[in-house]
């Protein structure tokens, strides 16, 4: 229950867009806050995006203007879409499903931002 599994990632030029989907393995996923987060080497993880049930939305400064996360709920699927991105961005992002004592997090997918 509640396996996450992350995808999208890979080699984007600074500039370029990408979009990250993390499909859940959850009986309701509406009832789910769900979040992105991040960690590159040498940083600490960073919440990065979250969506409540309710479908209100919080960004990390750093983010804001450019990510944008939503969520299909008939799907089971979380999204974040990345525009105008910029070499910090570069990180492992993960997927988070929380409600209650439930928290459940996906492997990650590798985001690399590079000329």
């Known amino acids: 229950q509640g396996r996450l599994v992350e995808s999208g990632g890979g080699l984007v030029q600074p500039g370029g867009s990408l979009r990250l989907s993390c499909a859940a393995s959850?009986?309701?996923?509406?009832?789910?806050?769900m979040a992105w987060y991040r960690q590159d080497s040498g940083k600490q993880r960073e919440l990065v995006a979250r969506?409540?049930?309710?479908?209100?939305?919080n960004y990390a400064d750093s983010v804001k203007g450019r990510f944008t996360i939503s969520r299909d709920n008939a799907k089971n699927t979380v999204y974040l879409q990345m525009n105008s991105l910029k070499p910090e961005d570069t990180a492992v992002y993960v997927c988070?499903?929380?409600?209650?004592?439930?928290?459940?997090w996906g492997q990650g997918t590798q985001v690399t931002v590079s000329s």
């Open positions: 988070n499903a929380r409600y209650g004592v439930n928290n459940f």
């Open positions: 959850l009986s309701t996923v509406s009832i789910y806050t």
């Open positions: 969506i409540v049930s309710d479908g209100s939305t």
